[in-house]
């Protein structure tokens, strides 16, 4: 629950800050690929957690 939304929720962090990374929750697992890291440096990895 955020301040700004209290629909979100924060349920982690990446290892590294990112932009216009893409996120998804398939089946019982929370995905999030690609993206920017500061500078524009575009980033071809993808994390994999347990959902909530």
Do not use: F, H
């Not at 962090?13 to 524009?40: H, Q, R």
Request: proline content about 8%.
């Amino acid at each position: 629950m955020t301040q700004q939304n209290p629909a979100l929720q924060k349920i982690g962090e990446l290892l590294e800050p990112l932009s216009s990374t893409a996120g998804a929750i398939i089946g019982d697992k929370m995905y999030a690929a690609g993206g920017a890291a500061p500078g524009s440096t575009v980033i071809a990895k993808m994390w994999v957690r347990s959902a909530p």
